[in-house]
């Protein structure tokens, strides 16, 4: 099984800043075969980013993903109030399609 | 537009079991894989298992094999989960999720959830 490390666990920052999350895996796999995701209290995960770096459908452009083998970023590159939030990372490139723990994005 | 809507979660006895329904609309439900993603309380998303697009393959989180079992039923546009032996640890919001394409892809429409609960 492959194991998705997200940090940092918790990020506080201020709206307008940059944020960037990491998400490493504990092996390769089929290549770009991530995705991003993300989740508001009481609401189901939204997708961001799959294939690594490809934004979903109405997906603001200050979001970008970056990052191929095991090493993976997601980029926000100014914060808005409402982009404060969960994210996940996922890898579908094998079975089981393993997320990442998580990281919070909260206001400073 | 693409709708999923949960059922069946309740309170369950450790050891019992209990089956989740999903019933889809807005896509052609035959064409695409579908997957089960819980998130017991204030935790994170756990994988849980896919069906692909034609049932020819299907695919469980080591948490769970054995025990779960997924299905769909085409004419009903409707995706089930069998759980067996529930565990309290089994506790958990399960969502359904739409897969991109056959069953090897990413999650790109959800559910709302459906909240199980396994005490005595």
């Known amino acids: 099984e492959i194991v998705l490390t997200q940090s940092p666990g918790t990020l506080s920052l201020s709206p307008g800043e940059r944020a960037t999350l990491s998400c490493r895996a504990s092996?390769?796999?089929?290549?770009?075969?991530l995705a991003w995701y993300q989740q508001k209290p009481g609401q189901a995960p939204r997708l961001l980013i799959y294939?690594?770096?490809t934004r979903a459908t109405d997906i603001p452009d200050r979001f970008s993903g970056g990052g191929s083998g095991t090493d993976f970023t997601l980029t926000i590159s100014r914060l808005e109030p409402e982009d404060f939030a969960v994210y996940y990372c996922?890898?579908?490139?094998?079975?089981?399609?393993?997320f990442g723990q998580g990281s919070k994005l909260e206001i400073k | 537009q693409v709708q999923l809507v949960e059922s069946g979660g309740g309170v369950v006895q450790p050891g019992r079991s209990v089956r989740l329904s999903c019933v889809s609309s807005g896509f052609t439900f035959s064409d695409y894989g579908m997957h089960w993603v819980r998130q017991a309380p204030g935790k994170g998303l756990e994988w849980v298992a896919v069906?692909?697009?034609?049932?020819?393959?299907?695919f469980y989180g080591d948490s769970v094999k054995g025990r779960f079992t997924i299905s769909r039923d085409d004419s009903k546009n409707t995706l089930y989960l069998q759980m067996h032996s529930l565990r309290v640890e089994d506790t958990a919001v399960y969502f359904c999720a739409r897969d991109f394409r056959g069953g090897y892809y990413y999650l790109d429409y959800w559910g709302q959830g459906t909240l199980v609960t396994v005490s005595s």
């Open positions: 294939g690594a770096s």
């Open positions: 996922q890898q579908y490139g094998s079975s089981p399609y393993s």
């Open positions: 092996q390769s796999f089929t290549s770009s075969h």
């Open positions: 069906i692909w697009y034609d049932g020819s393959n299907k």
